[in-house]
């Protein structure tokens, strides 16, 4: 090609290859740099690639690279990464690199901060306004502009009129640094009997630095998270970067103070709540290697790390680690990717593993530790199921009777009670009594969920919402409207109408005020500012309220009846970590689950404390199933605007299926979510045996299969979620 020197350039589109670029004269440009290149009319960022450069594109036709940044390069492990999500994913390459490139802003180099400060130069002439203004600044600090205008009450003309007249100098100062190196013998705890073998295990691990799955299965309150900053800590000796992965990290602020007790600053955070600028210098200070701990959410593994050597997956369990649009894929698996690519250690930590990683670990691909007792000797609480046949709730109420008397009992030891259901709002369904109308969304297959501090029925999967009508929209019927079954918010009522006296706290993801008034609750939670704790989910995970001595589960049976295999799994989850909020600081504590099906297999393990009964026969279901992780799975939602174009299209694909080999395809039939967003979907699923590449066989099938028409899409989900 006439020597003209070429490269290869993805960009973060849904394109799966780089395009070609001419290399400016003068440039030298290699594999990871950020650049900014001409496309169509406009300018676009993107990053040299390794793929070698298209040679058929004529070099009349190639234009030139615009820019290159001066930002630190994508090192090879990352590239790899995006290559391999891509491809394990079915997505365009280039959709994955749309990941990396987070924080586009961060590429502009950093400006240094403009400060004014005291010169000692009095001004020609003094008014009042410029009095405040020098008593203000008198203490010879640098100020920013606004900030000194503010303190001082006066405008920002009479701040820069003191700097024109060189009463006030301009300063210059480099900017704060994201975060502060930790320092990992800072405060090195002292373990107990069940922790020291594993703390001991967790620094021979990061010590070695080598690839290698350790599953941390340790009880609620076992203390996994102390054991586990071991690893962090010895990462950080050997200069390496370590990363933490939570699953709810915006609501875990207390987390941060933990590790800052421990390594004596807290860590750089990397989740949607971090405001704009701040994730800009903290995408630039990962990338430059000088931020060496970083605590996240899942898109944090996407974090350019030029020097990562560890990865800890908290909660590994934990269904928010799947992301479910776009690029669907598990953060826990690609963590352990990331770590094969990157040569280092991945840790995963539960005390209710996912049945993949418990298979994994006995089965010898992972390394298992247990933790089988609480730390310092605090006691788990004694489980209880009530059977609500027995025992039922008043008319027109939720609580059995039991779970009052163990209210009242905690009230009066002035200790705390949570309730936890996991529903959000008022009523899960409005009906007129004199018709029998149901509300229904008009775009999903859902009913409108009651909010009354709203005064709204509302969607919970399309935000659709409506004022609660007087009279029934079907009959017309004045005041025949009646709520059905309790949300978080009717068992509030409940709670006020018996327990006037008590401080009540409703915790929902719903809240208003969003997530600070959501972490300022869990603060008044931890502090002891409340008595009953009313809450959905999001009280299950990772806290520690150290007041708390009963637990009550609401509806124990909810998640046990939809017919996906894994709400066995899910709900065992869930009922043990929420469980596991009490007794945590010593004391006895107690959980009662009100349930209609004391014998399921599920209530019977959590209220007998026997887990691996549990585990055992779960497993078992799995295997003679051929499900993962016996088996591969993958799921291929078909959705269009009609119902009947969704389901033809699905059936066009379904018949181009080809018919030899060991993979077998599923359906179509509707999705677990039949209308969502006004769109009609159906599903395939392929199952497949372990070791078969699935995806090789989808990109061969769906690209043999007449391409959809008209407003017809299809979403590839490998390992989904429900099946
Ligand atoms: P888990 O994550 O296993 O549920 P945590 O790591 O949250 O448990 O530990 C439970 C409690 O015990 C926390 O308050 C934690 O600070 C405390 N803890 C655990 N290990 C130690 C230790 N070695 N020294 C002091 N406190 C500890
Ligand atoms: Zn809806």
Redesign the pocket.
């Given at each position: 090609m006439d020597g003209v020197p070429t490269v290869s350039v993805l960009l973060p589109l849904a394109v799966d290859g780089p395009y070609t670029y001419r290399v400016p004269n003068g440039v030298t440009l290699s594999p990871g740099d950020i650049v900014r290149v001409p496309l169509g009319p406009r300018e676009i960022i993107g990053a040299v690639w390794d793929d070698v450069p298209d040679g058929s594109v004529g070099h009349n036709r190639l234009r030139p690279v615009a820019h290159r940044y001066d930002a630190p390069p994508l090192d090879p492990t990352i590239r790899k990464f995006v290559d391999w999500v891509a491809n394990y994913t079915l997505t365009p390459r280039g959709m994955v690199l749309r990941m990396v490139l987070r924080a586009p802003g961060a590429l502009e180099a950093e400006h240094d901060i403009e400060a004014v400060m005291l010169s000692g130069k009095p001004p020609e002439r003094m008014t009042d306004a410029r009095r405040r203004v020098l008593e203000q600044a008198g203490d010879g600090a640098p100020w920013s502009r606004a900030a000194l205008a503010a303190a001082a009450g006066v405008s920002p003309g009479v701040v820069s009129g003191l700097v024109e007249q060189g009463s006030l100098t301009l300063v210059h100062l480099p900017p704060t640094p994201v975060a502060l190196p930790p320092d990992p013998d800072h405060a090195p705890?002292?373990?107990?009997d069940g922790?020291s073998e594993a703390a001991a295990e967790m620094r021979r691990i990061a010590d070695a630095g080598l690839f290698g799955v350790t599953l941390i299965d340790?009880?609620?309150?076992?203390?996994?998270?102390?054991?586990y900053f071991e690893a962090v800590a010895e990462t950080l000796r050997r200069g390496r970067q370590a990363l933490i992965l939570l699953p709810e990290i915006a609501l875990t602020t207390d987390f941060l103070d933990?590790f800052a007790r421990r390594f004596g600053e807290r860590p750089a955070e990397w989740h949607s709540e971090v405001p704009p600028r701040q994730r800009e210098r903290t995408w630039r200070a990962v990338a430059a290697g000088t931020v060496k701990a970083v605590v996240g959410a899942r898109s944090a593994l996407f974090l350019p790390f030029p020097e990562l050597g560890l990865v800890i997956v908290d909660e590994e369990h934990d269904s928010a680690y799947k992301q479910e649009e776009g690029v669907t894929y598990n953060a826990r698996d690609m963590a352990v990717v990331r770590g094969h690519l990157g040569s280092f250690p991945v840790i995963l930590?539960s005390?209710t593993p996912s049945i993949e990683s418990r298979v994994n670990a006995d089965q010898g691909r992972y390394r298992r530790i247990e933790?089988t007792s609480?730390?310092?000797a605090a006691k788990l609480p004694e489980i209880r199921a009530v059977d609500m046949r027995v025992h039922p709730p008043e008319r027109g109420f939720f609580l059995s009777p039991v779970l009052v008397q163990a209210m009242e009992a905690t009230l009066a030891a002035k200790s705390q009670s949570l309730l936890f259901l996991n529903r959000r709002g008022y009523a899960p369904l409005t009906l007129c009594r004199h018709c029998g109308h149901r509300f229904q969304c008009p775009n999903c297959s859902s009913w409108l969920v009651e909010h009354r501090y709203r005064g709204q029925l509302v969607c919970h999967h399309c935000g659709h919402h409506e004022a609660r009508p007087e009279r029934c929209p079907a009959c017309g019927t004045e005041d025949s409207l009646v709520a059905c079954g309790p949300g978080v918010e009717r068992i509030a009522e409940e709670v006020a109408q018996r327990f006037p006296e008590a401080r009540c706290t409703v915790l929902s993801s719903d809240m208003l005020g969003g997530v600070p008034k959501m972490r300022a609750e869990l603060e008044t939670i931890r502090s002891g500012g409340t008595d009953i704790v009313i809450g959905t989910q999001l009280v299950a995970k990772?806290h520690?309220f150290p007041l708390l001595a009963l637990v009550g589960v609401v509806d124990a049976d909810l998640g046990l009846a939809q017919g996906d295999p894994r709400a066995a799994e899910r709900t065992f989850q869930l009922l043990a970590q929420v469980t596991?909020r009490a007794g945590?600081?010593g004391g006895d504590s107690q959980a009662l689950l009100q349930t209609y099906a004391p014998d399921h297999p599920v209530i019977a393990a959590i209220a007998s404390g026997d887990r691996e009964a549990f585990y055992a026969r779960e497993i078992e279901a799995r295997r003679t199933a051929g499900l993962p992780p016996f088996g591969r799975l993958a799921g291929i939602v078909i959705s269009a605007a009609e119902r009947a174009s969704a389901q033809a299209y699905a059936m066009v694909l379904r018949r181009a299926a080809p018919e030899e080999g060991p993979a077998m395809v599923l359906g179509p039939s509707e999705a677990p979510l039949a209308v969502l967003r006004g769109r009609h979907r159906f599903r395939l699923l392929v199952r497949a045996p372990r070791g078969f590449d699935l995806q090789d066989f989808l990109r061969s099938w769906l690209a043999a299969a007449p391409p959809p028409r008209g407003n017809v899409r299809v979403q590839v989900d490998i390992d989904p979620q429900s099946f």
């Open positions: 705890p002292r373990f107990d922790q340790g009880i609620t309150g076992s203390g996994k998270t102390e054991v933990r930590s005390a933790l609480r730390f310092a990772g520690n596991g945590r600081a």
